[in-house]
T-cell receptor
Framework: AQTVTQSQPEMSVQEAETVTLSCTYDTSESDYYLFWYKQPPSRQMILVIRQEAYKQQNATENRFSVNFQKAAKSFSLKISDSQLGDAAMYFCAHGSSNTGKLIFGQGTTLQVKP | ETGVTQTPRHLVMGMTNKKSLKCEQHLGHNAMYWYKQSAKKPLELMFVYNFKEQTENNSVPSRFSPECPNSSHLFLHLHTLQPEDSALYLC??????????????FGPGTRLTVL
C-alpha cells in the first residue's frame, strides 16, 4: 500500500526567504503522480504543484518548485521569496494510477514571519 | 461563485440526531469525493462518485450514508454518530474518476462536532 510521510509537523520561514518542505513516499508502482496541496486557515485546499513520475524534469510554478528524486522516493517542495500569504498547512499526496486513490501525508504547518 | 461549495460550514449535533452535509460543484466535473480530516491525521478518503455512481467506499461505517443525485451535487447523510466522528469533512471534485492523476478541487469543508 502507498504511504506518504511528512516528517516536519511545523516549519517557519522569514518573509522573502526560502524554505523547503520534505515529503517521502512508498510505492511499488512505476507510474504515479505527486502533488502538493495548500490549505490556508480559511480551509479551502488548493493545488500548489503537480509532478508526473515519468517526467524527470522537476515541476515549477512561479515561486514554487519541487525536487523529485524518484529512486529515493522523495518529493520536497521549495518556496522561494516566501510571502505572508504562503502561511498554511501543506499536504504532500501520492496519486496511484492503479487504485485511482490519492493518499495524503500528515501535513506541515508553515509559518511565515514578517 | 466559487468552484466547490459546502453547507453548512459548521454543524453541532447530538449522537441521536440526523443531519446532512451538502456539496455542490460548479466546474462541470464528473467525479466527486468525500474526505474526513481529523486533527493530527492525514486526510482520509471516504467515498468516490463518478457520473453519479459510487465507485469507492473506503470501509466507512454505515452511519455515514452518501447520496449523489447528479454530477453537481453530493450529500453526506449522518445518523447516530459518535464523538470520534467530529472532524472537518471536505468535499472535492475532479474532471473524472482519475482524481489520483488529475487535480482535485476542494470545498471549504464542514466542521462537524458530535456531542
Amino acid at each position: 500500500a502507498q504511504t506518504v510521510t511528512q516528517s516536519q509537523p511545523e516549519m517557519s520561514v522569514q518573509e522573502a526567504e526560502t524554505v523547503t518542505l520534505s515529503c517521502t513516499y512508498d510505492t511499488s508502482e512505476s507510474d504515479y503522480y505527486l502533488f502538493w496541496y495548500k490549505q490556508p486557515p480559511s480551509r479551502q485546499m488548493i493545488l500548489v504543484i503537480r509532478q508526473e513520475a515519468y517526467k524527470q524534469q522537476n515541476a515549477t510554478e512561479n515561486r514554487f518548485s519541487v525536487n523529485f528524486q524518484k529512486a529515493a522516493k522523495s518529493f520536497s517542495l521549495k518556496i522561494s521569496d516566501s510571502q505572508l500569504g504562503d502561511a498554511a498547512m501543506y499536504f504532500c499526496a501520492h496519486g496511484s494510477s492503479n487504485t485511482g486513490k490519492l493518499i495524503f501525508g500528515q501535513g506541515t504547518t508553515l509559518q511565515v514571519k514578517p | 461563485e466559487t468552484g466547490v461549495t459546502q453547507t453548512p460550514r459548521h454543524l453541532v449535533m447530538g449522537m441521536t440526531n440526523k443531519k446532512s452535509l451538502k456539496c455542490e460543484q460548479h466546474l462541470g466535473h464528473n467525479a466527486m469525493y468525500w474526505y474526513k480530516q481529523s486533527a493530527k491525521k492525514p486526510l482520509e478518503l471516504m467515498f468516490v462518485y463518478n457520473f453519479k455512481e459510487q465507485t469507492e467506499n473506503n470501509s466507512v461505517p454505515s452511519r455515514f450514508s452518501p447520496e449523489c443525485p447528479n454530477s453537481s451535487h453530493l450529500f453526506l447523510h449522518l445518523h447516530t454518530l459518535q464523538p470520534e466522528d467530529s472532524a472537518l469533512y471536505l468535499c472535492a471534485s475532479s474532471q473524472d474518476r482519475q482524481g489520483a492523476l488529475d487535480t482535485q478541487y476542494f470545498g471549504p469543508g464542514t466542521r462537524l462536532t458530535v456531542l
